[in-house]
Nanobody, 122 residues
Framework: QGQLVESGGDSVQPGGSLTLSCAGA????????LGWFRQAPGKDREKIAS????????VYTASVEGRFTISYDMAKNSMYLQMNRLTPDDTAMYYC???????????????WGQGTQVTVSA
């Protein structure tokens, strides 16, 4: 059974940038919906970006639109989340996920990365 392997989380100052990576290890990302989610302490997991590889359609949640960019490299079988102009409100555990459809509810996504911590503080 394949899995998703995440990397790139770190501690940064407000206004900084980070890029998260999510590689399919034995799991083909093609023909799927790719999603990035985050979960802050005491809050529910939220979907912040999705990319449907079949059509290239991309959707962002309002709080990250214009600052975050989701992308997919088919040759590397990997997805990425470029995060710019980070604020303390972006502090959370970040997860990548893959499923056949771009479900709104995170509970309907079947394959998950292990999570990577992003902390934004001065």
């Amino acid at each position: 059974q394949g899995q998703l392997v995440e990397s790139g989380g770190d501690s940064v100052q407000p206004g900084g940038s980070l890029t998260l990576s999510c590689a399919g290890a034995g799991y083909d990302l093609k023909f799927n919906c790719l999603g990035w989610f985050r979960q802050a302490p005491g809050k529910d997991r939220e979907k912040i970006a999705s990319l449907y590889t079949v059509t290239g359609a991309i959707v962002y949640t309002a709080s990250v639109e214009g600052r975050f960019t989701i992308s997919y490299d088919m040759a590397k079988n990997s997805m990425y989340l470029q995060m710019n102009r980070l604020t303390p409100d972006d502090t959370a555990m970040y997860y990548c996920a893959v499923d056949r459809a771009c479900h709104a509810d995170y509970r309907n996504w079947n394959v998950w990365g292990q999570g990577t911590q992003v902390t934004v503080s001065a």
